[in-house]
């Protein structure tokens, strides 16, 4: 089993979504993380679906996904074929902030996006293994809360959106 | 300005632009004002009550299984939409092509457990090859274009349109425009020369090549082009259930029927065959048996216009993408001509041990009680050729399937990747509402006839004069077979205190018949076809006799047992 990225283009339909999962969940597949957005063109949505499963199955799920009448193209790449990035927020409270959390800050090059009188957000961009080693830490800061993104993502390859649209 | 109309009168005049000539449905509530509309155009349109809707989506899909165009289902909301979900499920596994249309609450009480509301969206999607949820008047028109145009077109299927009752009411213009295109959907990829050039290597260098074909050639009316095929390569060439019809049973090269009930040699020989070429089929496991056992000796070459199905079950050395018409047309230009003479006859010896061990005796037998197999044997003697027979689920189904004798294309109705029992009676309603002049024999079982016998009403309403021969032996013989083989004869539950269906046909108004000897057989299958009108023929068979060959589930295709 491998982690692969599915890039899903799809019109902007209602349900389509549901239609994407229910291919997954037929097969008893559980979805790594998802990401869905509208792309540069209007009315067309991307939608970026992380999945750990063998070569095989990837292929079946995304030819499946491209069988739904919405979806546009379907394509997968792995991990090396693709230029990704998450972003994880981490509510820390005010009283346990310290010189040493500052140094943490620093090292990691993560950033206070807010400050409230009682906490503060910070957040830091990378990949998973980077966001969950400064959970680690800050389990150690009585942090209040975490939230990680799901992937997004762009292939490698040189290919454009509009080669699939229309 | 142009004038406007009810959307309830654009659904109509949108079926009656896409050629709908029959609607099977139901009235309720949220879809009155489409029964009102319908009312004014009974002059261009056709309806049939059916007494349920699972009926009216079974008569659907024989109608559209035998004619080849769009099956059209009325229903209401809420539970008249939730009855047709079997039958969505039946058609977008049997790739029948569809448009089935609800009512839905109005759209300002959607999600709020209203009268009748139901989730159809939801609970559609998953059986359905595109559904949509129309809540104005004005998107009535394109949402049945796209419809229509998605159910037959690529691979058919099953679509669903849910119109609140709103937009049923509301007033829009009409100005229909048929679908022919649209970004996200690719009906099919052209046939790649390449491939061709590859598969025909290979088939020009295969000593022991070997032919499946399935309803992709049906669908893609290629018969003609799977004949010539056949005729210049000498290959043999092996039905799936739903292909039967696709290729004359008499053509030189057929060999038999294929899967867990087919015969002995197309099974058998799968693992001897060099070459495997596979028309319009999708290798279901109640083909291949065992996968990890299967064909692993051979190259495949795989004709097939669904892209998911390239490699899902076997694995293609060569795959063609595209319309089988397409590419086995330049198949057949790019190979030699040749004869397999000595591959063949291994068929035609191994077709000799199967009739020695079982065909004779399901068709000729010598025991006291009745087969299903003399029955059918019987039909084959007075139907017509372009007699169509529809079959339930079950042991009737695999009987009928392997004795009826099928000389054309559109012949077969059945369940074949759902399984549903209570297919049959309204289906074979369907077929024969295409056209009343055609043979519509409708061979089911005590168990399935008993899950939509109420459609006999609907026959009596319409008079359509299907021939409906019901193979009774008391119980739910395949599972009972199972039960015997697998379980111990631990015979749980498959045993049926059946009523008198002569009288339930006679209630209705159908002339029916009993038959329980022998003797009696042949006149009573003779008096059901010159009986002009519907007939009721009961055969009271053996209560356990057992279908072969059989591959058991979980053995491979080679281990085709004959008893």
Same mark, same amino acid.
């Given at each position: ?7 899903? &283009?799809?019109?902007?339909?209602? @349900? ?11 097969? @008893? ?23 750990? =499963?063998?070569?095989?199955? =990837?292929?079946?799920? =995304? ?65 998973k293994e980077k966001t969950r080693e400064l959970l680690e830490i800050l389990k150690?800061?009585? &942090? ?23 | ?8 009168? #654009? ?10 000539e029959l609607i099977f449905g139901y009235p309720g509530g949220a879809i009155m ?24 989506? *079974? ?63 939801? #609970? ?64 099919? *990829? ?44 000498? #290959? ?98 790019? #190979? ?40 059918? *044997? ?152 010159? *009986? ?15 279908v072969f060959p059989m591959i058991a589930t979980g053995c491979s295709v080679e ?5």
């Amino acid at each position: 089993m491998k982690r692969y990225t599915i890039f899903v &283009i799809t019109e902007n339909f209602i @349900g389509i979504l549901n239609r994407i999962t229910i291919i997954f969940t037929r097969r @008893g597949i559980n979805i790594d993380a998802l990401t869905a957005s509208e792309s540069r063109i209007p009315g067309v949505h991307r939608i970026t679906i992380e999945v750990t =499963v063998t070569e095989e199955t =990837v292929i079946q799920l =995304v030819n499946q996904i491209e069988k739904i009448i919405d979806v546009i193209k379907a394509f997968h790449h792995e991990d090396t074929g693709v230029v990704y990035q998450e972003l994880a927020l981490y509510k820390i409270p005010v009283s346990r902030l310290d010189g040493g959390l500052e140094k943490i800050i620093r090292d990691h090059h993560a950033k206070i996006i807010a400050a409230e009188p009682d906490f503060v957000v910070l957040e830091l961009t990378g990949h998973k293994e980077k966001t969950r080693e400064l959970l680690e830490i800050l389990k150690g800061y009585g &942090i209040l809360e975490f939230a990680r993104s799901g992937r997004v993502a762009v292939a490698k390859r040189m290919l454009t959106i509009d080669s699939f649209v229309n | 300005m142009e004038t406007k109309m009810r959307g309830a009168d #654009i659904v109509i005049r949108s079926l009656i632009a896409e050629q709908a000539e029959l609607i099977f449905g139901y009235p309720g509530g949220a879809i009155m004002p489409v029964y009102d509309a319908l009312y004014d155009y009974q002059d261009q349109i056709k309806h049939v009550l059916t007494r349920h809707e699972q009926g009216a989506i *079974h008569a659907a899909q024989g109608y559209a299984r035998i004619s080849g165009k769009v099956g059209v289902c009325l229903a209401t909301s809420g539970p008249g939409a939730t009855n047709l979900i079997t039958g969505l499920a039946d058609a977008q596994i049997d790739s029948t092509p569809l448009v089935c249309i609800t009512g839905q609450v109005a759209a300002h009480l959607l999600g709020t457990d209203a009268f009748q509301e139901t989730d159809m969206m939801g #609970i559609s999607m998953p059986a359905t090859k595109w559904n949509y949820q129309v809540r104005r008047a004005a998107d009535i028109a394109p949402a049945i274009a796209k419809g229509f145009f998605i159910a037959r077109s690529g691979r058919p299927g099953a679509v669903l349109i849910d119109i609140t009752k709103n937009a049923q009411v509301e007033l829009a213009a009409f100005n229909y425009q048929p679908c022919q295109e649209f970004r996200s959907y690719k009906t099919h *990829h052209p046939v790649s020369d390449t491939a061709i050039l590859q598969a025909a290597a290979l088939l020009n260098e295969a000593a022991r090549p070997y032919l499946l074909f399935g309803q992709g050639v049906i669908l893609g009316k290629a018969e003609a082009e799977l004949k010539s095929f056949l005729d210049k390569s000498g #290959i043999p060439a092996a039905s799936t259930l739903l292909g039967s019809g696709a290729l004359s049973q008499e053509h030189p090269n057929y060999v038999g029927k294929l899967g867990m009930h087919g015969n002995y040699a197309p099974n058998l020989l799968t693992n001897q065959c060099d070459v495997l070429v596979a028309v319009g089929m999708r290798f279901d496991d109640r083909v291949t048996g065992d996968l990890s056992r299967y064909a692993k000796q051979a190259k495949v070459i795989h004709l097939e216009l669904d892209p998911s199905e390239i490699n899902k079950n076997v694995k293609a050395n060569v795959a063609v993408l595209g319309n089988c018409k397409e590419s086995l047309a330049k198949l057949t230009e790019a #190979i030699a001509s040749k004869k397999h003479e000595s591959w063949m006859a291994k068929f035609r010896a191994l077709e000799q041990q199967e009739n020695e061990a079982v065909v004779q005796h399901d068709l000729m037998p010598t025991k006291v009680g009745l087969t299903m197999g003399e029955a059918i *044997h019987h039909i084959n003697r007075y139907k017509a050729d372009d007699a169509v027979l529809v079959t339930d689920v079950g042991q009737h189904q695999m009987i009928a399937w392997r004795y009826f004798n099928y000389k054309k294309t559109r012949t077969q109705v059945t369940s074949g990747g759902l399984g549903t029992m209570g297919f049959a009676l309204p289906a074979a309603l369907g077929a024969q509402l295409h056209d009343y002049s055609r043979q519509v024999i409708c061979v089911v079982g005590d168990g399935g006839i008993q899950m939509t016998i109420q459609e006999l009403g609907t026959i009596m309403q319409t008079k359509a004069p299907v021939k409906i021969v019901l193979l009774n032996n008391n119980y739910l013989g395949m599972v009972r077979q199972w039960q015997q083989m697998f379980f111990d004869k631990r015979y749980s539950f498959t045993e049926l205190d059946n009523p008198d269906f002569i009288k339930i046909a006679e209630a209705y108004g159908i002339k029916a018949k009993k038959v329980s000897e022998r003797a009696d057989l042949a006149e009573a299958v003779e008096d059901m076809f010159i *009986h002009d009108g519907p007939f009721f023929l009961e055969v009271v068979v053996e209560k356990e006799d057992n279908v072969f060959p059989m591959i058991a589930t979980g053995c491979s295709v080679e281990e085709v047992r004959l008893n």
